[in-house]
Nanobody, 118 residues
């Protein structure tokens, strides 16, 4: 199983970045895909999630600015981040999750750094 994030980097306040997470080794379309982030000294927090049905939910701090989407044909989940602010600076992680009667399966990527600074 692999989750490989890309697209991080340096952005100016008010700018945009698009993160990608390429998945392999599992049935991507069956999993809820999420983006989390962790800033220095803070706990990891949910940024956005998209279920295999396509329904989405967002953390309060990013609503209206970030958009999560998925391409099941390409086994990829995206996070479009607009109007970035310095408080969005963090390492962003991709997660795949699937639960059934017996198991709660979670896979994590290695993360990609996003820095918002002028």
């Amino acid at each position: 199983v692999q989750l490989v994030e890309s697209g991080g980097g340096l952005a100016q306040p008010g700018g945009s970045l698009r993160l990608s997470c390429a998945a392999s080794g599992f049935i991507f379309s069956s999993y809820t895909m999420s983006w989390y982030r962790q800033a220095p000294g803070k706990e990891r927090e949910l940024v956005a999630a998209i279920a295999n049905s396509g329904s989405t939910n967002y953390g309060d701090s990013v609503k209206g600015r970030f958009t999560i989407s998925r391409d099941n044909a390409e086994n990829t989940v995206y996070l479009q981040m607009n109007n970035l602010q310095p408080e969005d600076t963090a390492v962003y992680f991709c997660k795949a999750r699937r639960t059934d009667f017996l198991r709660d399966i979670n896979y994590w990527g290695q993360g990609t750094q996003v820095t918002v600074s002028s």
